[in-house]
């Protein structure tokens, strides 16, 4: 069985060092997370990170993931494709491709509603590309604390803190001082969320 309150707690002390790349640092995190879960639950952690390579997003991904057993799986990846898709239908509009090119639209999801629309809209139409990127980054975290609010110390819980850090890792190679700010609040996020749990246990 995983000790999932063993490996939340021992997160925050893993730090970004001088002597390495802040990129190392993060892949060093994941594998560490990874090397402490059983097989079953590293799986599905593979499932997670399978999501961040371009080449494996498209339509059968998206189907097996929104029917995975895992609710994070399932809850993460549609918010994911929701955005994407609305993001490349904004793209279309601003460039006067055809309405759907490039969208991926699975049977069965047509009047599913997604519920951050007018939320990613608004960040879309933000003039400095900059700001954009960031702010839809910002969706994509609190989306996480949303999917997550009730996970402590469990396999959902890891799978968010490790979605934040490609969330990191991304700000990494964009605009470093983001990025370490971003791994900062992610930090202390970990850190209050231990001492909160512990301080109940006590009581």
Known sequence: MNNYEYIVASLPALQLEDDRSDNLVVQELVDEIRGQL??????????LLSGYDDNRLDADFYRAALKHGNR??????RFDLDLRNTTVSYLNDSLGRPDKQDMILLEGRETEEFFELQDAQNVLNLGDILK????????????????????????????????????????????????????????????????????????
């Not at 079953?40 to 499932?47: N, S, W």
């Not at 994070?72 to 990846?77: A, E, G, P, Y």
């Not at 890891?158 to 370490?180: E, H, M, T």
């Open 38 to 47: 059983s097989e079953r639950d590293a799986a599905v952690l593979d499932v």
């Open 72 to 77: 994070f799986i399932r809850d993460w990846f």
């Open 132 to 203: 954009r990127e960031r702010s839809l980054d910002e969706l994509r975290w609190r989306k996480i604390d949303e999917i997550t609010i009730l996970d402590s110390f469990n396999l959902d819980a890891l799978l968010g803190y490790v979605a934040k850090l490609k969330i990191i890792d991304r700000w990494l190679q964009l605009d470093p001082d983001s990025g370490r700010e971003l791994f900062r609040r992610l930090v202390d996020d970990i850190r209050s969320t231990y001492d909160n749990k512990k301080q109940n246990l006590t009581i």
